[in-house]
């Protein structure tokens, strides 16, 4: 059995969607004939946590761990408030304090990559005894942080090992990079190590095919595209909700706003008692201020239910609960190729996704492709009314359901298999 060392920041106890990708191929490497071998931060610093996905991690998988220093430590002396929701991807656009503006500042400009990078060099000193330890010669680092593959990078130049970079999102296109306040020089820094780490590795691991066109142009390393994907393992109880549920699972950040879809929702509700007694609204993560500025403003806070961070497994009973699912990105050119982590699950809920994002969105060919839910833009108004006018009519009939076609190749074993081909 061929043995591999993954480098991860995130792992269980973290929770939300950074985490799973990299818990669910350990999880089913062995199936392959691939033994991993797993080197995590001793101390991370997780803005949130979910030990219920521990129950995921293999028997007897050996794990390395290391102490790291990272500087929201310090910044909680100044804002433990503002440090968390800056940590946890909740970066305002507007009405920031001046400290939440130097916080920023500071983070894009001083910490190039990331404030993980103080962990990179204690790590490469200590996996190439590792290595040589474990008779291990592949590795694969998986990013963000994307200061991980700079520990995967000097292993490669240390020693003669094949070295694997999975990037589950992005570095120098992705949203938020806009929003650290970056100085020209420090752009260029991000620049020259992303450019290095493409170069470096020799093989690329991308989530999208927009991620594999846009590294394309920045390297000559082959890249392999492998998708986030579902493990539905969920077997406990999950009637069916009673309420016409439309239920956002996960974080709903700022600039994930479809005010055309809470326009509709609002005129829906003033024409119709019947299904304004039937509406509820169910956010279960983090919900923005701006999205909560929306919803009562378009008249829609009695239809709230404000469920806060849960479990996977509370996640997944919530999914197959639900009468609708809703998927939102931002809406720009540079997100059309983020395909969140939740649409697979979604798809294995078998509840129909209502799903609001860019022009040409890339997680939108896969529900259209798999059939499991209905797209719409920004703009879109009159469609969009429709499609909810007609999946209230089942509900009311006790018919609204879905059935995804095709979504086995989505599964996490399968996926599994495809990254285990690679080693």
């Known amino acids: 059995m061929k043995k591999v060392l993954i480098i991860t920041y995130y792992w269980p106890p973290a929770g939300g969607p950074g985490v799973q990708r990299w818990l669910k191929f350990v999880k089913y490497l062995r199936d392959f004939q691939v033994e991993p071998v797993v080197y995590i931060p001793e101390n991370p610093h997780y803005p949130i946590e979910d030990a219920s996905l521990e129950k995921d991690i293999p028997k007897d998988l050996i794990i390395y761990k290391q102490p790291l220093f990272e500087p929201y430590g310090l910044a909680k002396v100044f804002s433990r408030k ?103 020089s420090s752009l260029k820094k991000h620049k020259v190590l992303e450019h290095s780490v493409l ?49 956002h699972i996960g974080s709903l950040l700022t600039g994930r706003n479809p005010i055309n879809l809470w326009k509709v929702l609002s005129q829906i509700a003033s024409e119709n008692s019947v299904f304004r007694a039937d509406l509820q609204l169910e956010f279960m993560g983090l919900v923005s201020k701006d999205v909560m500025d929306s919803l009562y403003r378009f008249e829609l806070g009695p239809y709230i239910k404000l469920r806060g961070y849960g479990s996977h497994a509370e996640a997944q009973r919530r999914q197959q609960r639900s009468q609708i699912l809703l998927l939102v990105e931002i809406d720009s050119e540079e997100t059309k190729g983020i395909i969140p982590g939740k649409l697979f699950e979604y798809m294995a809920a078998e509840r129909p996704i209502l799903a609001l994002g860019p022009k040409n969105w890339e997680a939108g060919k896969i529900i259209e492709e798999t059939q499991s839910g209905s797209l719409f833009d920004y703009d879109t108004h009159d469609e969009l009314k429709k499609t909810i006018l007609k999946w209230y009519k089942a509900f009311k009939k006790d018919s609204l359901s879905s059935k995804a076609k095709d979504i086995e190749k989505y599964s996490r074993k399968s996926l599994t298999e495809q990254l285990a081909k690679l080693m």
């Open 82 to 184: 503002k440090t968390k929701r800056i940590s946890s991807g909740i970066i305002q656009s507007k009405n920031q304090s001046a400290l939440e503006k130097a916080m920023l500042w500071v983070r894009g400009n001083f910490f190039i990559p990331d404030a993980r990078k103080y962990w990179v060099k204690p790590s490469v000193k200590f996996l190439l005894e590792v290595l040589e330890k474990e008779g291990i010669d592949t590795v694969i680092t998986t990013g963000p942080p994307h200061s991980v593959h700079l520990i995967g990078q000097h292993l490669k130049i240390e020693k003669d090992i094949r070295w694997l970079a999975d990037f589950r999102d992005p570095w120098t296109s992705i949203g938020y990079h806009k929003k650290l306040r970056l100085t020209a």
């Open 199 to 247: 170069n470096g590795a020799d093989h690329i691991i991308v989530t999208s095919p927009a991620t594999a066109r846009e590294f394309k142009d920045i390297t000559s390393q082959p890249i392999t595209i492998i998708t986030n994907g579902h493990d539905s393992d969920y077997g406990g109880d999950a009637h069916l909700d009673k309420d016409f549920t439309i239920s």
